[in-house]
């Protein structure tokens, strides 16, 4: 099987496929909001100077009101969440590992490659894993697990959250208890702020684990640029409270489309949303054929994650191919017939 799309958003892969132009695809094939954080005029030296602890701070603080942390000491900038789940499997000594699965494949690939004994499954299974990582909500599927439950965990075994989607369900976040227990949290803003191209994300932890974290990530890990839009935009309370409200309603519209075109929800978040088909293969080439890029999954040939269209008229282009297929209108066999994505991003 060749992988030619094992992470969401490749649409210079796409193009050379299907032979569409960039700019004539619809891309729902990731979970990064449609409408980004709009963002903010940068003085020049935020690009000229090196970033400076005053920066540095002023984004720390501004992360940890947002994330509800109590110390900003607790918050480590990152470039992206991606260079702390490399980094952290380097900073323990080998033992067991224990993913919560299917979810987010990147995880369990880079505790393995660390050397790591590494388990998935269900969290009723950890057995006597002495770390225990999952993402919550989880990517792709959307499943909640109460925080309580986390931080009961958290007792007696080091616990790595990654709530990359967090930011949709607040709800949900066990950030605000991580200066107390063997807790890190993992946040990004590339999904609910849609800057995923700024790389900047967020590791939060006791004292003692931000500062090995901030150890490696070494000096100037964050950009000045990102660094300074970081900070007001983890601010803006006023636009955060806004897109929550449009991103449900958005995923409700989106539902609407997907039930009518006789999909099986499975669950999802505000940002995206899984659905469950024998004919996922053909709906996936339906869809790309019209420049509608959706994300496939190697272990799971009947999943399909959609992204929530930007606005209406992606909707209605979404909703006319949906409305244009039919479950046994093919096999499948068109260039990308039998061709998946691990569930990455």
Request: glycine share 10%.
């Amino acid at each position: 099987m060749t992988e030619w799309m094992i992470h969401g958003g490749m649409l210079d892969s796409a193009c050379e496929r299907y032979g569409i132009a960039r700019d004539r695809w619809l891309d729902l094939s990731t979970g990064i909001n449609a409408n980004p954080y709009p963002l903010p005029d940068l003085a020049r030296e935020y690009w000229h100077r090196l970033p400076d602890a005053g920066l540095d701070a002023w984004l720390r603080e501004s992360a940890a009101r947002c994330y509800g942390v109590a110390e900003p000491e607790s918050v480590v900038p990152a470039p992206g969440t991606q260079a702390l789940i490399q980094w952290l499997p380097r900073l323990f000594p080998l033992q067991r590992v224990f993913v919560v699965s299917p979810t987010y494949a990147e995880h369990e690939r880079a505790w393995s490659a660390a050397g790591h004994s590494v388990r998935t499954g269900a969290l009723d299974a950890i057995g006597d894993a002495g770390i225990v990582l999952l993402v919550n909500p989880n990517n792709p599927d959307g499943r909640l697990v109460d925080p309580q439950r986390l931080l009961l965990l958290a007792s007696d075994r080091l616990v790595i959250v990654d709530e990359a989607f967090a930011d949709v369900v607040p709800e949900v976040s066990v950030a605000g208890s991580v200066g107390s227990g063997n807790l890190v949290v993992l946040r990004s803003v590339g999904k609910m702020f849609g800057l995923a191209g700024m790389r900047l994300g967020f590791a939060l932890a006791g004292r003692e684990m931000a500062q090995r974290l901030r150890a490696v990530l070494g000096p100037w890990a964050v950009s000045g640029p990102a660094a300074a839009v970081g900070a007001v935009m983890l601010s803006d309370e006023t636009w955060i409270k806004a897109t929550r409200v449009r991103l449900k309603a958005a995923a409700g519209k989106l539902d609407g489309l997907l039930v009518r075109a006789r999909l099986r929800l499975l669950g999802g978040t505000p940002l995206f949303r899984l659905v469950d088909s024998p004919h996922a293969p053909s709906l996936f080439e339906h869809l790309a054929a019209r420049g509608i890029l959706v994300r496939r999954f190697a272990a799971f040939d009947r999943w399909l994650r959609f992204g929530v269209p930007g606005n209406d008229a992606d909707f209605e282009r979404l909703g006319a191919a949906l409305a244009d297929w039919r479950p046994n209108q093919g096999s499948g066999s068109g260039p990308g017939a039998g061709l998946a994505a691990t569930a990455r991003g």
